[in-house]
Every structure is written in structure tokens, then in C-alpha cells.
């Protein structure tokens, strides 16, 4: 449903054709020199960056801007992408998250909604 502009070429070159609702762009991402996120306040971006970047690696030094440097800052209802920023969601060394991450389960055949399995 959603894919970046280079998952889409990456795709291409193995043979899939990709389909998708939503694609990601360099605006989507945080720090951006055309993000949507500044686009009222580029002159924030450098700063920002840094103390993300700064907690980022106190809590996912591998990642400190969400895997691969993804530098996203969504998250869905039932869950919130790891190339978010960790800063939103990583739960190691002490940090408290805004959002809760869930790992994924392939084995799981059920899943819950409001504390019910279906």
C-alpha cells in the first residue's frame, strides 16, 4: 500500500510490478531539504536533526534516524514502522516512547483487536 520511490526501482528490478496507494518521496522524510515537516521552518532542520540524531543513538545506535535512515515520522493505529524515528517508539536503555511498537509475529495464525482474537 505504501512504498518510497526507490523500493519501487528496486522492485522493478527483480520483475514485480509495484502498486501502491501511497508513495514515499524525499519530502517524507524528516530532515529533508524539502520536507514537509519544515517547509515552514527549514532553518529548524540542521537543529532538529542533531537532537534526534543525539537521542537516536542513545536508544538505537545502529539506527538513530529509523532503519536504513529512513527519517519517517508516521505510524498506524496497530502499529509504527521501524525507518520511523526511534525517538517515537524504541523502548531500550530507559526510554519512554510516545508510541509502542509491536514486533512482528509470522507464526501467530489470529490476531487481536480491543483485547479480543479473531
Given at each position: 500500500?505504501?512504498?518510497?520511490?526507490?523500493?519501487i526501482?528496486?522492485?522493478?528490478k527483480?520483475?514485480?510490478?509495484?502498486i501502491t496507494?501511497i508513495?514515499?518521496?524525499?519530502?517524507?522524510k524528516?530532515?529533508?531539504?524539502?520536507?514537509?515537516?519544515?517547509?515552514?521552518y527549514?532553518?529548524y532542520?540542521?537543529?532538529?536533526?542533531?537532537?534526534?540524531?543525539?537521542?537516536?543513538?542513545?536508544?538505537?545506535?545502529?539506527?538513530?534516524?529509523?532503519?536504513?535512515?529512513?527519517?519517517?515520522?508516521?505510524?498506524?493505529?496497530?502499529?509504527?514502522?521501524?525507518n520511523?524515528?526511534?525517538?517515537?517508539?524504541?523502548?531500550?536503555?530507559?526510554?519512554?516512547p510516545?508510541?509502542?511498537?509491536?514486533?512482528?509475529?509470522?507464526?501467530?495464525?489470529?490476531?487481536?483487536?480491543?483485547?479480543?482474537?479473531?
Amino acid at each position: 500500500m505504501i512504498a518510497s520511490e526507490s523500493s519501487i526501482v528496486e522492485f522493478k528490478k527483480i520483475g514485480v510490478e509495484v502498486i501502491t496507494t501511497i508513495s514515499l518521496d524525499e519530502r517524507n522524510k524528516c530532515f529533508c531539504s524539502n520536507s514537509d515537516i519544515f517547509h515552514t521552518y527549514p532553518n529548524y532542520i540542521e537543529i532538529c536533526k542533531k537532537f534526534v540524531r543525539h537521542y537516536g543513538e542513545k536508544i538505537d545506535s545502529k539506527w538513530p534516524l529509523g532503519y536504513m535512515g529512513g527519517e519517517y515520522a508516521f505510524g498506524f493505529f496497530y502499529n509504527t514502522p521501524d525507518n520511523t524515528l526511534p525517538i517515537f517508539w524504541r523502548t531500550t536503555n530507559g526510554w519512554c516512547p510516545i508510541f509502542k511498537r509491536y514486533d512482528k509475529n509470522y507464526k501467530r495464525k489470529e490476531f487481536e483487536i480491543n483485547d479480543r482474537f479473531l
